[in-house]
């Protein structure tokens, strides 16, 4: 195993990415960053001036961009992509596009600049809805949308590079959760406390579905631990991702009293329940990563929330409800048509 000292993140600007970056640089990684900065190019300003990180403004189904960028790394971390159903929703064919049709020439230009290891962000979304007491990476995949059907295909594809040359690791993340400087609002555990200190309601769709999660912090230092970890532990393998499973409502309830906790003066926050036509549930088992690899996260959705609640409380998050950059769907309104053309370089 060649010593892992440069790494390409894409996405490196987004949400998992401006907390990923800065712990890579600070564990003695080169860092190079390829993103849109769609949602702002002063994501990373905390570590911009670090001689180790190189960010390039671009847009991954660019091969020739790849092509200059690529050689001297010896890892991807692959985060990039349209993200969230309602994001990819907007425009199917784009969706496709970045998520799916630049996976293969991102995996085989990568092969042949010479890097030796790629990690894929999957998603845990991929199950669909499934009844298993714990669902493992054995379980049959049955993604209900077209984002958790690219991400199952594109974990095809990478299988298909897995050789002694090239190590390929696949992990099935959890819903993040927890503070990003990239700070994104349209997520289940970050949308409710979004909307119980600032709007003083929580509204929960059903409220019965089960989710898992995982706080930002310790997803990033998975990341960190995978370029670590010797080929043989990690080659060819899928990792679920995950820590608490929680029902909505139960995460609901928990919002509404850390809320009361931190902020006593304010009054409790009510529970609309409404119905949904969202029937993703899925409880995830994390087992196989912490038998085999030994990470266990350490951060706990109580911890994300307080975290949350505790920015909104010192302004750290102007105009939360209003500000699009917080919502992937409403960012993505404004600049389809230029990422469709692949205009944002």
């Known amino acids: 195993m060649r010593?892992?000292?440069?790494?390409?993140?894409t996405g490196g600007g987004g949400y998992v990415g401006a907390v990923l970056v800065p712990k890579l640089l600070q564990a003695g990684y080169r860092v190079r960053v390829v993103d849109w900065y769609l949602y702002g190019e002063n994501v990373l300003d905390a570590v911009r001036d670090d001689p180790n990180l190189t960010q390039i403004k671009g847009d991954l189904r660019d091969h020739e961009l790849l092509r200059d960028f690529l050689p001297g790394c010896d890892a991807v971390i692959h985060l990039a992509c349209i993200s969230n159903d309602p994001s990819f929703e907007l425009n199917a064919n784009l969706g496709k596009s970045v998520n799916y049709e630049a996976f293969r020439p991102l995996v085989q230009i990568s092969l042949d600049c010479g890097v030796d290891r790629f990690i894929y962000a999957s998603s845990s979304s991929v199950y669909g809805v499934s009844d298993e007491p714990n669902v493992t990476e054995e379980h049959k995949l049955a993604p209900l949308t077209d984002y958790s059907k690219y991400k199952a295909l594109c974990e095809e594809i990478l299988r298909e590079f897995q050789s002694p040359r090239f190590t390929a690791v696949t992990i099935r993340p959890a819903t993040v959760c927890g503070w990003s400087p990239r700070l994104r609002l349209d997520l289940s555990v970050n949308i409710l406390t979004?909307?119980?200190?600032?709007?003083?309601?929580i509204t929960v769709f059903g409220g019965d579905q089960l989710r898992p999660n995982i706080h930002i912090q310790d997803i990033t230092d998975l990341y960190v631990q995978l370029l670590r970890e010797p080929d043989d532990r990690i080659a060819g393998k899928i990792f679920n991702a995950g820590y608490q499973n929680m029902s909505i409502g139960d995460i609901a309830r928990l919002v509404r009293t850390v809320v009361k906790q931190e902020m006593p003066d304010r009054e409790a926050v009510p529970i609309v329940t409404t119905v949904t036509d969202d029937g993703r549930s899925y409880h995830i088992s994390s087992e196989k990563i912490r038998r085999e690899l030994g990470f266990e996260p350490r951060h706990t959705i109580e911890d994300a929330v307080r975290e949350l609640v505790q920015a909104f409380a010192a302004g750290k998050v102007p105009r939360p409800l209003e500000d699009p950059k917080?919502?992937?769907?409403?960012?993505?309104?404004?600049?389809?048509?230029k990422l469709l053309e692949g205009a944002l370089t």
């Open 194 to 201: 979004n909307h119980a200190v600032n709007s003083g309601k």
């Open 326 to 337: 917080y919502f992937n769907i409403r960012m993505m309104q404004s600049a389809e048509a």
């Open 3 to 9: 010593p892992i000292r440069t790494v390409m993140v």
